[in-house]
């Protein structure tokens, strides 16, 4: 993928360049390929990495007692929330508090699991 951003970029670059012009013609050639550059930067990694990172703490923040989640490949129920911090109860019973910043994907609680009472062994 990237070296064929390279590959319509050149005629952008020969476009610019000189054939033994003066020498401050060098510095705006610089100026123009560090702008592309950094247009380039813009688009392909730093907008969508914002985008992601925004989604998922909308996906955090929506976080409710019941709801399935993984936390650095350790799944669980959501028990207890805090500001910044998620209880979670593992199928053993055990409970496990995690930052919400470390959970990675929720899944819903469906109406069934809300709604029908803790069985004990």
């Known amino acids: ?3 064929k951003s390279l590959f319509f970029l050149a005629p ?3 476009m610019f360049a000189q054939d033994g012009g003066t020498p401050g ?3 705006s050639q610089t100026l123009i390929m560090i702008g592309i550059a950094l247009v380039f930067f813009y688009f392909i990694l730093w907008r969508p990495e914002q985008k992601r990172r925004k989604a998922a703490e909308q996906m955090r923040s929506a976080l409710k007692k019941g709801d399935r ?3 650095m490949g350790i799944i669980g ?3 207890k929330i805090h500001d910044h911090t998620v209880v979670l109860k593992m199928v053993d019973g055990a409970k496990i508090e995690f ?3 470390a ?3 929720v899944q819903a609680a469906s109406e069934e699991e809300t709604s029908k009472p803790a069985e004990s062994s």
């Open 1 to 3: 993928m990237f070296g």
């Open 77 to 79: 129920r959501v028990e």
């Open 69 to 71: 989640v993984t936390a």
């Open 12 to 14: 952008v670059a020969a």
């Open 25 to 27: 013609g060098g510095i």
């Open 103 to 105: 959970i990675t994907d």
């Open 99 to 101: 930052l919400k910043a």
